[in-house]
């Protein structure tokens, strides 16, 4: 499975972006989605998650009311819409995919992972 983000760039804090994620898999409604980041200096992050067919999501406490996950499967893409963003948010953004939704925010059995784009949030 190959994934390949866009959507990343320069926003003011309290703007919005929206990511995505194309994935190359046949079966793509079959794998669960994932989004994490990794701030400079920082360790990796979970942020969201979303099931196969879009009925769980999964957001961390620093996203939740925030970040919106979505896909569409007939276009084998995941989204992830980002408002009301803080300079705290900015991160290289990693789209990934596992057979599993379980469990949510997990790097585990994490097999596919996009090449990330950065999200850069000014104060």
């Known amino acids: 499975v190959q994934l390949v983000e866009s959507g990343g760039g320069l926003v003011q804090a309290g703007g919005s972006l929206r990511l995505s994620c194309a994935a190359s898999?046949?079966?793509?409604?079959?794998?669960?989605m994932l989004w994490f980041r990794q701030a400079p200096g920082k360790e990796r992050e979970s942020v969201s998650t979303?099931?196969?067919?879009?009925?769980?999501?999964y957001y961390a406490d620093s996203v939740k009311g925030r970040f919106t996950i979505s896909r569409d499967n007939a276009k084998n893409t995941v989204y992830l819409q980002m408002n009301s963003l803080k300079p705290e948010d900015t991160a290289v953004y990693y789209c990934?995919?596992?057979?599993?939704?379980?469990?949510?925010?997990?790097?585990?059995?994490?097999?596919?992972w996009g090449k990330g784009t950065l999200v850069t949030v000014s104060s």
């Open positions: 979303i099931s196969g067919s879009g009925g769980s999501t």
């Open positions: 898999a046949r079966t793509f409604s079959t794998y669960a």
């Open positions: 990934a995919s596992r057979r599993s939704y379980w469990p949510p925010g997990s790097a585990n059995n994490v097999y596919y």
